[in-house]
């Protein structure tokens, strides 16, 4: 071919249409007698299998370039359901079996009529690599006519959708080529004059705010030109690489434009085994202890972390949107699932995987229970038998497996091989509350009364007024209380400032939380040298640190951390006097830390905590004493 970017449309011949008959026959329950129709599309395409994939697995997003009938989907008894209008008056009902794929490879779909021209569809699709950058794709489509006129409508409809089909292949290419999504060739949205309106008004309260000018444009750009499906469920981790920002800004920005109505906030209950969204709720507080997931027929705590992700939706009074589905695109929307396929009672199946090192998981759907397989470089090439019940032997393969699955079950089994690292994108609610803007524009928003929601790891300073009844007797209370509060007004600006948030007030102590120890660390130098004046009647204080697991929960309206890891915090203080830091020897010896207290030249004193109360393990911790020069030094964040 003269042009590189052009696909090759190849006739289908006889043997190869065959092969792939009898590589999936069709089962005799479907048929009753009646001869399928086959339609076989064979092309030989400028792309690697791998740039191929999310195109191919978005079949939903292919279909609606290919102008094809948007559909209803709905999820009953842990079935998908589909009801769409062909030819605007034609009814066509339907229930979805799961899809099987292999990622990169290949994917299948079943779907079961009561309604419309046909009893049975099913797609099948195959890619083989060629050479480095060439792929030839098969493309299967089946039906199962419900009589003689169906038959024919279906062909005569069959010769559109093949024409349609090789043009949004070609499409494909492009879109490979430059690095974009099928989705994206959609002409814009129409934005009402009120919404217009509404995003001028917008634009202004945000440039009132003192948000970056560039950003703000860049946002209400998105809103007006991404696709429905971008803006009806906005997650900013993603959409920060989209408009090359920082992701801590474009989130200060998200909330403050959501404040003043370009958004609406979405606490979404995801599924830790699909990552689809079972639950939207509108509030914090509406976070349920428990949900399920009927299509993978699960129940599981909703308040555990990586349950709940944090989304945004375009403000309906700015535009409409709306999720629309022209197919159900499985694969598209698991796309940490390597391999989904299904076994017959009895069957047993063998797949050649090339695997990411990384740690995966095996399950079965519906079953809670999964066995961990880490892919691991120079491991030797080995083979993987399971059959969904028995511990794996070999738990660390190479990235070439042999993977042999059996269903030892009298009914058929679904299996998964899914990536098991967590989902790098989601915005969890901790990244929320440890936002001080957050809990400043969204005070209202708190965890359910006697809920406690995991947070993960969260690093935990306290500080602490040196000397406060001395303070009081010799100031007296009022110049004693208005030295505290300015002590306070000063820990909300440097707390911020380094990446934190302040939980809460406890009389002249105050509990500030931190994603990162190296945040943390730099929040106490700089807290250090704000109170390191000589004079007589100058605050000092004392900082402690500790790093771990917490809860958050509702205390006095607000969003609080609890457990261990806030209480050991706490008590370190025992350990620390005025211009005086310690942290567990955890925290001391995360390589950052380390290398910012060798810059300061601050020798961490080794010391250990015996927490009071019947003998426990002894925490080993680091205290660091700010010498004067090093106070009056600043301390760069």
């Known amino acids: ?349 063998e797949s050649a995987l090339t695997l990411r090192p990384g740690r995966y998981r095996l399950r079965v759907l519906g079953d809670m229970r999964y066995e961990v397989l880490d892919v691991v470089d120079g491991e030797p090439a080995a083979s993987l038998r399971w059959d969904g019940v028995a511990e794996l032997d070999a738990p660390r393969v190479a990235s070439t497996l042999q993977l042999a699955l059996e269903n030892p079950d009298a009914r058929p089994r679904l299996f998964v091989l899914e990536a098991h690292d967590d989902d790098r994108d989601i915005l969890r609610p901790a990244d929320l509350f440890n936002l001080q803007l957050f809990r400043d524009l969204f005070s209202e928003e708190a965890v359910a009364t006697g809920m406690q929601l995991d947070v993960g790891v969260q690093t935990v300073l306290f500080t602490d007024i040196v000397g406060s009844t001395a303070l009081y007797e010799r100031d007296g209370d009022a110049r004693a209380f208005a030295a505290v509060r300015d002590h306070f007004i000063r820990l909300y600006e440097l707390v911020p400032e380094h990446r934190g948030v302040i939980v809460k007030t406890i009389g002249d102590a105050a509990m500030a939380a931190f994603a990162s120890p190296i945040d943390a660390v730099r929040a106490a130098l700089a807290i250090q040298r704000a109170f390191s004046s000589d004079a007589a009647d100058a605050i000092r204080v004392r900082v402690s640190i500790h790093q771990g697991p917490c809860l958050a929960v509702n205390l006095n309206a607000g969003i609080d951390y609890f457990g261990r890891v806030v209480n050991l915090a706490a008590k370190l203080q025992a350990l620390a006097a005025a211009h005086q830091i310690v942290f567990s020897a955890a925290i001391g010896e995360e390589p950052a830390v380390a290398e910012l207290l060798a810059a300061e030249a601050l020798e961490p004193e080794a010391l250990e905590y015996a927490p009071p109360g019947p003998p426990r393990r002894t925490l080993a911790v680091q205290r660091v004493t700010l010498p004067r020069a090093s106070l009056a030094r600043a301390v760069d964040g």
């Open 1 to 349: 071919m003269s042009n590189p970017a052009a696909i090759a449309r190849l006739e289908c011949r006889a043997d190869e249409l065959a092969a792939v008959l009898d590589e999936h026959p069709w089962p005799p329950a479907w048929t009753e007698g009646r001869s399928p129709l086959d339609f076989l599309w064979v092309y030989e395409l400028p792309a690697a299998p791998a740039e191929l994939w999310p195109h191919l697995a978005d079949s939903s997003a292919m279909n609606r370039r290919m102008q094809l009938t948007e559909m209803e989907l709905t999820e009953r008894d842990g079935r998908l359901h589909g009801r769409a209008m062909t030819a605007g008056f034609l009814e066509t009902v339907w229930v979805e079996e799961p899809w099987v794929w292999e990622y990169g490879r290949s994917l299948a779909c079943d779907r079961v009529y009561s309604k419309g021209l046909m009893t049975i569809a099913r797609v099948r699709v195959a890619l083989q690599e060629l050479e480095p950058g060439r792929t030839r794709l098969l493309w299967y489509t089946g039906a199962v006519p419900r009589g003689l006129l169906a038959r024919w409508l279906i062909k005569l409809g069959m010769r559109g959708i093949e024409a349609a089909h090789q043009r949004v292949m070609q499409e494909i290419i492009e879109s490979v080529r430059v690095g974009r999504r099928l989705a994206e060739l959609e002409p814009p949205p129409i934005v009402s004059p009120e919404g217009e309106a509404a995003l001028a008004t917008i634009r202004e309260r945000l440039v009132g705010d003192d948000v970056r000018p560039a950003l703000i444009d860049a946002l209400v750009d998105y809103v007006r030109a991404a696709p429905d499906d971008d803006v009806s469920r906005v997650r900013v981790r993603p959409l920060a690489r989209r408009l090359g920002c920082e992701e801590r800004e474009l989130l200060s920005t998200v909330l403050r434009a959501t404040r003043a109505g370009l958004f609406t906030l979405s606490w979404d209950i995801i599924c830790p085994h699909c990552r689809g969204m079972r639950e939207e709720l509108p509030s914090l507080g509406a976070v349920p202890e428990e949900s399920g997931c009927e299509a993978c027929g699960i129940r599981f705590d909703a308040t555990e972390p990586n349950i709940i992700e944090v989304t945004f939706r375009v403000h309906p009074v700015i535009r409409a949107s709306a999720v629309r589905h022209f197919c159900s695109a499985e694969p598209a929307t698991k796309p940490h699932i390597v391999l989904q396929t299904r076994l017959e009672p009895g069957e047993r199946r």
